[in-house]
T-cell receptor, first 109, second 115 residues
Framework: TQLLEQSPQFLSIQEGENLTVYCNSSSVFSSLQWYRQEPGEGPVLLVTVVTGGEVKKLKRLTFQFGDARKDSSLHITAAQPGDTGLYLCADTGGFKTIFGAGTRLFVKA | GAVVSQHPSWVICKSGTSVKIECRSLDFQATTMFWYRQFPKQSLMLMATSNEGSKATYEQGVEKDKFLINHASLTLSTLTVTSAHPEDSSFYIC???????????FGPGTRLTVT
């Protein structure tokens, strides 16, 4: 059974700071997705990466996929309070989606 | 596009009663939908895969007689929590994809509280 580990589990930072969160898999990803979930809502897809070494940018968010397709990072530049939420990485192994435990980010104004 | 809705958004019920949660794909058809459960400060755990026109596939440890799933059409799946108990209190989320793509879109979730 594939296991996804995310670190750190919790992160509290000041507005304007940069941060990086990580996702590591016990096996090669089929396709890696990053989601953000706000309290009381469903997860919202941020990005999907498939190719090893791929880098994608979404405004202040930069997603990197490891060459071996077993790890990924999400970097946020100049964090804002609106970035607060639970960041989840996931692998859709062709059919089912497996989620990591998530990184809970809190950005203080 | 690719919007998934859930109803109700929250529900409170008494122990021993049954509760039905609906998941709808609003602008696409979904032969497969997924049901997840999320306890406070935890990640999403897949409960079952809902298949249109056939029986649902349940994950290990999920009681199929307690969590009844019906996928009656290409846009609607329902999850019924039967004989609910306080330990069933959780956030239930469904997801669906618009086709063969691996991307899923999640509903807003249903908060169930069993008293």
């Amino acid at each position: 059974t594939q296991l996804l580990e995310q670190s750190p589990q919790f992160l509290s930072i000041q507005e304007g700071e940069n941060l990086t969160v990580y996702c590591n898999s016990s096996s090669v990803f089929s396709s890696l997705q990053w989601y953000r979930q706000e309290p009381g809502e469903g997860p919202v897809l941020l990005v999907t990466v498939v190719t090893g070494g791929e880098v994608k940018k979404l405004k202040r968010l930069t997603f990197q996929f490891g060459d071996a397709r077993k790890d990924s990072s999400l970097h946020i530049t100049a964090a804002q309070p609106g970035d607060t939420g639970l960041y989840l990485c996931a692998d859709t192994g062709g059919f089912k989606t497996i989620f990591g435990a998530g990184t809970r980010l809190f950005v203080k104004a | 596009g690719a919007v998934v809705s859930q109803h109700p958004s929250w529900v409170i019920c008494k122990s021993g009663t049954s509760v039905k949660i609906e998941c709808r794909s609003l602008d696409f058809q979904a032969t497969t939908m997924f049901w997840y459960r999320q306890f406070p400060k935890q990640s999403l755990m897949l409960m079952a895969t809902s298949n249109e026109g056939s029986k649902a596939t349940y994950e290990q440890g999920v009681e199929k007689d307690k969590f009844l799933i019906n996928h009656a059409s290409l846009t609607l799946s329902t999850l019924t929590v039967t004989s609910a108990h306080p330990e069933d209190s959780s956030f239930y989320i469904c997801s669906a994809g618009p086709g063969l793509s691996y991307e899923q879109y999640f509903g807003p979730g249903t908060r169930l509280t069993v008293t």
